[in-house]
């Protein structure tokens, strides 16, 4: 496969985990993948976020060698296979947004009453939304028959208009999938799946009766969708 990547002027932590996850997947079933035409500042910041494992880059401008700006921070393109690198991404992530946000002071004692810091603060919400998010895709996504599926994690903190982004994106089954045969699905589309499943107490996994199986709430991304809601104030 070859790209042209002359137009490609910015990519976000979500389009960079979908082209990880895209490049990965054709790597692993064989295919050559080259990538053509990459302008040196957008492909800089891509060869740093770690997009371009096993894949071939010709034409594209030299990459520029300057120091990451201190408050350029960015977390590679992770890609994680199980729960132990899951939490080691979440918070390495985690830490490294944090930090770039003007003014927190990573040295700063912790508050005598509660022990906590401002990066724990700060920090909090973000590693709860990816830790559930990781989580989600590596049990739900894995189910009907995509064992092997896979999930690409990155974040970005963008200084001007002070917000993070981060992306989670996993090749598995897909929320349909899952949810297909749950009482509250209204539709047969990936977004009638993906809404009802932020609605609360909606599992694929809930009150199956098995004592040994584990069972879910349902209120993971809910509670993900209401941190992101409370973050904008
Ligand atoms: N990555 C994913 N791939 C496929 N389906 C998913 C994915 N993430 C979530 N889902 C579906 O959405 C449902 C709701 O997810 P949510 O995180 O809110 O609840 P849960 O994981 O089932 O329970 P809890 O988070 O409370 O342990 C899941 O039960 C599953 O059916
Ligand atoms: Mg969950």
């Not at 009150?207 to 809910?222: A, H, I, P």
Request: proline share 3%; hydrophobic share 40%; charged share 25%.
């Amino acid at each position: 496969m070859v790209l042209d990547a002359s137009g490609l002027k910015f990519v976000d932590p979500f389009g960079l985990t979908l082209l990880g996850a895209g490049f990965q997947e054709l790597i692993t079933w064989g295919q050559r993948v080259v990538v053509h035409g990459l302008s040196a500042d957008v492909g800089g910041y891509l060869r740093r976020m770690d997009l371009f494992a096993g894949v071939e880059l010709r034409d594209c401008a030299p990459v520029m060698t300057r120091r990451r700006n201190r408050q350029d921070a960015l977390v590679e393109l992770t890609c994680i296979l199980d729960r132990d690198t899951a939490s080691d991404a979440a918070g390495r992530l985690t830490n490294a947004l944090v930090g770039a946000v003007p003014g927190v002071d990573r040295d700063e004692a912790p508050d005598q009453m509660t022990g906590l810091t401002e990066v724990d603060r700060l920090g909090m919400p973000i590693q709860y939304v990816l830790s559930e998010l990781l989580e989600n895709a590596l049990t739900h996504a894995r189910r009907v028959g995509y064992q092997g599926a896979r999930v690409w994690v990155a974040g970005q903190y963008y200084p001007t208009n002070d917000l993070v982004r981060l992306a989670v994106t996993d090749n598995g089954c897909g929320f349909l999938a899952t949810l297909r045969n749950h009482p509250d699905l209204r539709g047969e589309t990936h977004r009638d799946a993906i809404l009802t499943a932020m609605k609360p107490r909606v599992s694929c996994n809930r009150d199956l009766g098995l004592r040994e199986d584990t069972t879910n709430e349902g209120v993971g991304l809910t509670t993900v969708l209401r941190r992101a809601r409370a973050a904008r104030h």
